[in-house]
């Protein structure tokens, strides 16, 4: 199985944006939109439909950030973005600076910068932001 592709839903008249151009980029985000698809709780859902700006702290320019999915339920909406429970969490210091290591603190830096500028987004618009790992899809 492709770990990446297009998503076909059941129900296309939950989706906001245009559901015959759907692409998830991970199984666990597939796992979500099969999720958000097939839950009747959930009223409304997008994939990469919302743009938030942010400064990232790598070149301190601005940039766009695509948050994974915008789900919404009766009277509440969420950001959620979908990642491994690993980039969940501040690299561990190192002596050595090898590619690897400043790669991860790289990609740790940039995502908190992402997160933060999607919660503040999800404040200003009285929703919630949600960081999902394969821990609570349970793959």
Not at 82 to 109: D, F, G, H
Request: include cysteine.
């Amino acid at each position: 199985m492709a770990y990446s592709g297009y998503y076909k839903p059941i129900h296309p008249q939950k989706y906001r944006g245009n559901p015959t151009n759907i692409v998830y980029r991970s199984l666990w985000e597939r796992k979500f939109m099969v999720f958000c698809d097939n839950n009747p709780s959930i009223l409304q859902w997008g994939s990469e439909e919302i743009i938030i700006p942010y400064i990232s702290p790598v070149d301190g320019k601005r940039h766009r950030y695509f948050p994974d999915f915008y789900v919404k339920i009766e009277g509440r909406r969420y950001l959620v973005e979908v990642k491994p429970l690993k980039q969940t969490k501040e690299p561990k210091t190192q002596k050595r600076m090898t590619k690897r290591y400043i790669n991860e603190v790289v990609t740790w830096s940039v995502n908190q910068a992402k997160w933060k500028a999607a919660s503040e987004f999800c404040k200003d618009q009285n929703w919630e932001f949600m960081l999902i790992t394969e821990k609570e899809l349970k793959v």
